[in-house]
């Protein structure tokens, strides 16, 4: 069975264009993260989804970052108007009911201009 | 904010010693999970331990956890030059919704 799977697995784009990074879970599992990582940093916690639960946004850094999970499967992460600021490692990881080990995609990097 | 904090951030060491990372976090969990990382993409889950364990085997790995310090360690004996990578705790907090917070990670490297 296939891992989650993330792409793009590199992004470079110009300061002030639009991103969006996309996850697709592994198959069945409720639970889907999104975290954000800078070079050499830990992971900071962005969004959390659960099911049909609505989403806890608690960690979204400002209001150009947004998500968006369809289906309980495939989610998107949209990023507007990038800054510099923004660059990192954006990690995706779902689980099987939210409680129990979190399965990470391998990532995508991001690299604002 | 980060939930947990490892210590110490960076480790070196010989191979065949023992490894030993600290995570203190700051709020009432569910369970406390460890994660290796390599080469700064996805993560790999090493071992869980709920609240109400104080220790736990996998392997070469040890975890103990102390509720009442809110801290676990995890070991890691005969080390190897493979096991060079970074090395997170996540907790899952009992407030609010059921998610993982990520520590800052203690980064190992083992010298052989």
């Known amino acids: 069975g296939a891992g989650v799977s993330q792409s793009p697995s590199n992004k470079v784009t110009e300061k002030g264009k639009d991103v969006e990074l996309r996850c697709d879970p592994i198959?069945?599992?409720?639970?889907l993260y999104w975290y954000r990582q800078s070079l050499g940093q830990g992971l900071e916690f962005l969004i959390y989804?659960?099911?049909?639960?609505?989403?806890?946004k608690s960690g979204l850094p400002s209001d150009r970052f947004s998500a968006e999970r369809t289906g309980g499967s495939v989610s998107t992460l949209t990023i507007q108007r990038t800054q510099q600021e923004d660059s990192a490692v954006y990690l995706c990881?779902?689980?099987?009911?939210?409680?129990?080990?979190?399965?990470f995609g391998n990532g995508t990097r991001l690299t604002v201009t | 904010s980060q939930q947990g904090e490892e210590d110490p951030q960076a480790l070196s060491i010989q191979e065949g010693e023992n490894a030993t990372m600290n995570c203190s976090y700051k709020?009432?969990?569910?369970?406390l999970q460890w994660y290796r990382q390599n080469s700064g993409r996805g993560l790999v889950h090493l071992i869980l331990?709920?609240?109400?364990?104080r220790e736990k085997h996998s392997g070469r790995l040890r975890v103990t956890l102390d509720t009442s310090k809110k801290s676990s360690s995890l070991l890691i004996t005969a080390s190897r030059a493979a096991d060079t990578a970074s090395y997170f705790c996540?907790?899952?907090?009992?407030?609010?919704?059921?998610?993982?917070?990520f520590g800052t990670g203690t980064r190992l490297k083992v010298l052989a």
């Open positions: 990881a779902s689980s099987g009911t939210g409680v129990g080990p979190l399965h």
């Open positions: 198959s069945g599992h409720t639970a």
């Open positions: 989804f659960q099911g049909n639960s609505a989403p806890d």
């Open positions: 709020t009432s969990i569910n369970n």
């Open positions: 331990i709920r609240s109400n364990e």
């Open positions: 996540a907790t899952e907090t009992t407030s609010g919704t059921y998610k993982y917070i």
